[in-house]
């Protein structure tokens, strides 16, 4: 994790927790940070996590506790990354509108995907190898469909939604969201009807969007001109390893330069694309071995390996042992 990532808490937070009965200095307390965190909110990613996991402490119930905030989250109170959502021109537009600005704003990721009749998002995670708390990953969703509903003014329901971990009550979720509700996934996803892509937003206001969308078009251009190419391509096969071996002409791809060109420019930064690879894949086996939630197998496929002997052999080059070995050194349990 870069320690040096800077998060902003909205203030309609601080706002939607205190209408819910929750004291902002309760969650600052449990926590354990300094209760200034409430005026001058700009946090690490590792407190921006612990404040989500306090609130999830103080909470009856994770999914009610999903539901209230984000309803109860006033449109007056949105930030200017998700101003520019609420006021585009449709539900498509809005939601590429948040993928994008997204990165200004982290942790949180978006990668959107449409086909057929469905539009998938999936949450993953910036510059961090751990994953959201509940409440976090269970509001991000929901917010999105919560745009939609809003923009529309239309009653929208999600056709599945998927979560890894436990998320309190299901009746709720599921009638929130108007579907079924998954746990135990692979990742956190949300499938929409793509159709509702196609709604045009009652709150659509172009004078707005000509305002911010320049303003935040050049502060994401800034931060990624800060960003080296070698952060970014370890970013992009964190996000493509699970099942495959992701290649360089599909990351480059995404970067939008030729395959040539990224190898060039990982040159001028003395690394190479395979030996970023391989460093990904060690840095996220050591992580997935840390949870002893998943089994070998499983931690072989999500870097890549379809083989489980192939990645018992990397794994005793990069650590000089076997995973299960290194797990019960570093745990003290076995699997």
């Known amino acids: ?46 407190q921006y996590f612990a404040i989500w996991q306090a609130y999830s402490d103080l909470i009856d119930d994770i999914a009610k506790g999903i539901i209230k905030l984000t309803t109860i989250f006033e449109t007056a109170h949105y930030p200017p990354t998700v101003l520019a959502t609420y006021h585009a021109r449709d539900y498509r537009d809005a939601l590429n509108r948040m993928a994008r600005y997204k990165q200004l704003c982290p942790p949180e990721s978006l990668r959107i995907t449409e086909e057929g009749e469905h539009c998938t998002i999936e949450l993953d995670w910036l510059h961090t190898e751990q994953a959201g708390p509940p409440p976090l990953v269970g509001i991000t969703l929901a917010f999105l469909l919560e745009l939609g509903r809003r923009g529309t003014g239309q009653p929208l329901k999600a056709r ?49 969007l000509e305002v911010l969308t320049p303003v935040l078009d050049q502060s994401l251009d800034e931060q990624q001109r800060c960003r080296t190419i070698t952060e970014m391509v370890k970013w992009i ?11 360089i002409q599909t990351v480059a791809s995404e970067l939008g330069m030729s395959d040539r060109t990224l190898q060039r420019r990982l040159t001028d930064e003395g690394t190479s694309f395979k030996h970023l690879l391989t460093q990904v894949r060690h840095e996220q086996a050591r992580a997935y071995l840390a949870d002893p939630s998943l089994d070998i197998k499983e931690v072989a496929f999500l870097i890549g390996y379809e083989d489980q002997n192939s990645f018992y052999r990397a794994f005793r080059i990069w650590e000089g042992d076997t995973p299960s070995n290194w797990r019960t050194e570093h745990l003290g349990t076995t699997r």
């Not at 800077?6 to 205190?18: E, L, S, T, V």
């Not at 096969?237 to 290649?247: C, I, Q, V, Y």
Request: glycine share 8%.
């Open 160 to 208: 599945l939604v998927e979560f890894s971990h436990p998320m309190g009550d299901l009746q709720a979720l599921e009638a929130y969201f108007g579907c079924r509700i998954r746990i135990g996934a692979d990742c956190n996803r949300l499938t929409l009807h793509r159709g509702d892509l196609d709604r045009p937003f009652v709150s659509y206001n172009a004078e707005l």
């Open 237 to 247: 096969l964190k996000r493509s390893l699970t099942g495959g071996r992701p290649d």
């Open 1 to 46: 994790m870069k320690s040096h990532t800077r998060i902003k808490i909205p203030a309609g937070f601080w706002a939607g927790i205190h209408q819910l009965g929750i004291v902002p200095h309760d969650v600052a307390r449990k926590a354990r940070l300094p209760l200034t965190i409430i005026t001058d909110p700009v946090v690490t990613t590792a």
